[in-house]
Nanobody, 124 residues
Framework: QVQLVESGGGLVQAGGSLRLSCAAS????????MGWFRQAPGKEREFVAA????????YYADSVKGRFTISRDNAKNTVYLQMNSLKPEDTAVYYC?????????????????WGQGTQVTVSS
């Protein structure tokens, strides 16, 4: 069984930064791509960023490109999301997830394990 635990969310002013962390249990963490998604109230869960198994390739939603950076430390079984230049529209619950082998990085259904989420609120 895989468990994912996010941390690092909070309240920040527009233009500020936050760093989210996702700690994973299990010995197979380094074999799988990982992703971050977010869900705002009344909206569908949407793709934010993803990273391949060794951190060599990263993928971003257009809305966060240039502001957010995803990375991973396989020795620590942890994936990170550095969020800079935050905007009020970035307010959401942020989830990390383990991607299945194959499929597409931006598709919710191509991820099989999810964390409980961490709230990010950006004030204007």
């Amino acid at each position: 069984q895989v468990q994912l635990v996010e941390s690092g969310g909070g309240l920040v002013q527009a233009g500020g930064s936050l760093r989210l962390s996702c700690a994973a249990s299990g010995r197979t963490f380094s074999s799988y791509p990982m992703g971050w998604f977010r869900q705002a109230p009344g909206k569908e869960r949407e793709f934010v960023a993803a990273v391949n198994w060794n951190g060599g390739s990263t993928y971003y939603a257009d809305s966060v490109k240039g502001r957010f950076t995803i990375s991973r430390d396989n020795a620590k079984n942890t994936v990170y999301l550095q969020m800079n230049s935050l905007k009020p529209e970035d307010t959401a619950v942020y989830y990390c997830a383990r991607k299945t082998m194959g499929g597409r990085y931006s598709v919710v259904n191509d991820y099989d394990y999810w964390g409980q989420g961490t709230q990010v609120t950006v004030s204007s």
